[in-house]
DNA sequence: TTCCGACAGTGGGGTCGCAAT
DNA sequence: ATTGCGACCCCACTATCGGAA
């Protein structure tokens, strides 16, 4: 198949609204497809990469050459340089892996150069990735989409589950099952503004765990092999080497536990995420790192133990097996009640011992991985300030044309200026989008034409976040964490703004 | 007919590792 | 030694579609 062919159907997807449409014209593609080049269409068309990563970002395709008149390239030629331009590492790398890339652009149509690059820079922007395309699948196979969803749960990589649904069918997906060693695409959950709202939402008895501010880990083991996978699937086994002697140290040898590492101080509070996650993203020298700042390992749920998969056992039912399986010091700490005031209570001291809040959980759900079902909600504490807007960035994709980034600033009363704390662009619909846009022109302090437009700092706007920590960009060493507005205060003047001696009494 | 669950899109701060400067 | 870049850790929120109620 001719990458041309994924490019238009791709142009028609992202120019057509219905859902519906979306997947009848993926399913018409499906259907037209070869087996070896099925995993290829599928990823592409899904916003994916089959090699997932290339290192080819934005700016390595600033400059590209003039684009060909015919399409000829085919999708095993473009997989194959992708995989040569993933290949390319050491001295030198950046210079072969730019000639590769203008030869892979050289080759393309500009219908196909325009796809990929928005395939690379990771913005296809169709309106249709995993979700749509899981449906797509089923109907061009046949097969229904309860069981496609089923196979990519257990197998974690939609282009193989969606090849085995084509050319295999129903009998194939069902011939995915959970296997030891490959990860799973791990449980999400929703939230909710307080413990009373989840447990209304849940109906009845749940249970609380603390949400510790780590980073989840799924691991497996099998006999004394053990491997780590992060949220995103990735292999991690090799920087916590704490986790692995964990799970070597219990005694089954046929498991995959889902939970969360976390550095946590002498006293046993947590550390900072960045903290943690540096420790995490540390690879040249894990021993010297662990020595520095260690790591714990609280567990939650349990999909598989003695050979026997859980995923489908209602979560009370895998919680108690974990539970059995697992020594008291490793399990996150945890709380079964229908009492919105036992609730509350439990997650009042979940932060106040430092930790990020609790997740709520129905006793009756399965492991439903990868969507974000009601049998999981997180519950976090909320700050809010009201801070001055300073400079604004113009948006893109469906907010092009509006200014949309908002630079925030906390007033500093010895200098009469203000401090900038960070960015957000979260909370805005899209008449606050219009209103923002009209007024932040009005308030340019310069030219408007470039990508960030100054403002005379006058625009107070009320924000959320979830905590302050320490920044080496902003010039007050402090950042918000996860801002979002909540409300313009038109009553309010810049000079009665927050403080940054309000925000620092905030940091950890 | 209205409601609501699932999805996609739009970006946020911070850190590491690598290659180039 | 420093900088630029890609990748990935954490993530909140709104708009939209279409099936459920």
Known sequence: MLLIDVARVSEEVARTSSRLGKIRLLAELLGRVEAAESEIAIAYLSGELPQRQVGVGY????????PKQVATMTLTEVDALLS??????GAGSQAGRRALVAELFAGATSQEQSFLLRL??????????????????AQASGAPAAEVRRALTLRGWLPAVGRAALFGGVEALRAFR????RPVSPMLAQSAPSVTAALERIGGEAALEWKLDGVRVQVHRSGEAVTAFSRTLDDITAQVPELVEAVRALPYDDLILDGEVIALRPDGRPQPFQVTASR???RTDVERARRETPLSVFFFDALRLCGADLLDLPGAERHAALADAVPEALLTPRLVTADPAAGEEFFTEAVRRGHEGVVVKSPHTPYTAGRRGAGWIKVKPRHTLDLVVLAVEWG????????SNLHLGARDPRTGGFVMLGKTFKGLTDELLEWQTRRFLELADGPADGWVVRMRPEQVVEVAFDGVQRSPRYPGGMALRFARVLRYRHDKRAEEADTVDSVRALMP
């Open 178 to 181: 959970i296997e030891v060693g």
């Open 280 to 282: 995490v993203a540390s």
């Open 59 to 66: 700016r390595s395709l600033a400059d590209l050459p003039d």
């Open 84 to 89: 040569r331009i993933k290949a390319l590492s």
């Open 396 to 403: 893109s994709g469906r907010r092009r044309g509006k200014l």
């Open 120 to 137: 690379l820079t990771g913005e296809l922007r169709q309106g249709a990735l995993n979700g749509v395309m899981v449906e797509a699948v």
